[in-house]
């Protein structure tokens, strides 16, 4: 079984998050296995366990990437953190 890259966005239904949901589906390949929370549902916990504070937050491998916490990600803030690259 092959190892895949997991990838979790933390969102609110804003249209900065939609952006970045969109910018990540786009930008994936079959090596992430993304997961989209919606807060307003569901993953508050997730949330909290990663120390989320805004959205939109892109979390890979259990990390939050750098560029959440100035601000929405770039799709090269995405590709620099291996997001649709093969592993």
């Known amino acids: 079984m ?3 890259r997991k990838v979790e966005v933390f969102v ?3 249209p900065l998050c939609d952006e970045t949901v969109n ?4 930008l994936s ?5 993304v ?13 909290k366990k990663y120390g989320v504070n ?6 890979v491998n259990g990390k939050i ?7 929405k990600p770039t799709a090269d803030d995405l590709k620099a953190a291996g997001i649709g690259t093969p592993i």
């Open 29 to 33: 390949c079959q090596c992430c296995d």
């Open 12 to 14: 609110a239904g804003c």
């Open 65 to 71: 990437l750098d560029c959440c916490v100035k601000g």
């Open 54 to 59: 805004s959205v939109p937050t892109v979390v």
């Open 35 to 47: 997961t989209v929370y919606n807060l307003r549902e569901k993953g508050m916990d997730k949330a």
């Open 2 to 4: 092959s190892k895949k």
């Open 23 to 26: 910018l990540v589906k786009e």
